[in-house]
Nanobody, 120 residues
Framework: QVQLVESGGGLVQAGGSLRLSCAASGSIFSINAMGWYRQAPGKQRELVAAITSGGSTNYTDSVKGRFTISRDNAKNTVYLQMNSLKPEDTAVYYC??????????????WGQGTQVTVSS
């Protein structure tokens, strides 16, 4: 099994910054794409940013220029640096990883979520 543990959420004023981290552990052979999603109250979960094993990234339009996704393959960790935060960024943020396990199965694994609240 594979586990993802997120950290770094919290309360911040508009214009501030937060850095989310997500560490993967367990029966990992390799990690393919990793991503951050968010879900605001009453809304569907949406992709915020994703990064491939080779480092290619993509972002939803609303965070381009403000958020940066990165990963440390040696640590099986993905990060989301969030700058110039806005109240509309308030949501529970979830980490996701597409993992190939040591027994050659593939898993799409989710973290437990971390709350990000941006006050105006």
């Amino acid at each position: 099994q594979v586990q993802l543990v997120e950290s770094g959420g919290g309360l911040v004023q508009a214009g501030g910054s937060l850095r989310l981290s997500c560490a993967a552990s367990g029966s990992i052979f390799s990690i393919n794409a990793m991503g951050w999603y968010r879900q605001a109250p009453g809304k569907q979960r949406e992709l915020v940013a994703a990064i491939t094993s080779g480092g290619s990234t993509n972002y939803t339009d609303s965070v381009k220029g403000r958020f940066t996704i990165s990963r440390d393959n040696a640590k099986n960790t993905v990060y989301l640096q969030m700058n110039s935060l806005k109240p509309e960024d308030t949501a529970v943020y979830y980490c996701n990883a597409d993992v190939t396990t040591i027994i050659d199965t593939t898993e799409s694994t989710w973290g437990q979520g971390t709350q990000v609240t941006v006050s105006s």
